[in-house]
């Protein structure tokens, strides 16, 4: 084999799989079991957020609580530096699921300029849900979050159809998007179907 032109060893990229749908579509729930069966790492970014808000000293914290329950959208800038830090931290791993990021164009501008670089996106898992069942599941996971409130879900599906759709859309234009439907069944009849798009896609 011709040796390679420069002596530079290029370092691994990061494999991640982004892992969208409404809001109560089950990512959370899914990304776990993922997490177990595969040997990713599970990186949510609104917890991430919920974690730098409720962190003594952040800067940040009132601005993020604010976007939450207004259900709008925390700059790139401070969501992608978490997830780059909790990337680094969790160390060596098969490949990292991105839950309930990029949910906007800024979300993945900013993430194709900070990390496109370090990372292979190797495609989008969209849990589809009707929106009327999302609600249902939201108002009663009693979870105790400032914006599992009526109000504040209707925003968060607003800036879901508006923004975060879209973004679906987008990776389904570059062929990037396995959906999944995550309605009417139960959460191991949902993740037998994702085991088998993940075995499908190589990662065993
Ligand atoms: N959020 C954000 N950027 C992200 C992820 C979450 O600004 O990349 C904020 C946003 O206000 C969102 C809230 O965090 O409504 C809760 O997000 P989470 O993903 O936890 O909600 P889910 O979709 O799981 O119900
Ligand atoms: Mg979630």
Redesign the pocket.
Known sequence: MAPQESGIQTKSLYNVVFVLGP??SG??TQCAKIQNGFGFVHL????L?REERMRAGSQFGELIEK??RE????PVEI?CKLLENAMLASGDAKGYLID??P?NRD?LDGWNREMGDKTKVHFTLYLSCPLDLCVER?LHRGQGRT?DNEESIKK?IV?YNDQTFPIIQHYEKLNMVREIHADSKSVDEVYAEIEKLFNDAGFH
């Open positions: 809001p109560g990512k959370g949510s970014a609104g917890d957020l976007h939450i259900g709008t959208i925390v969501t309930g990021f949910r979300n939201c914006d968060r800036t």
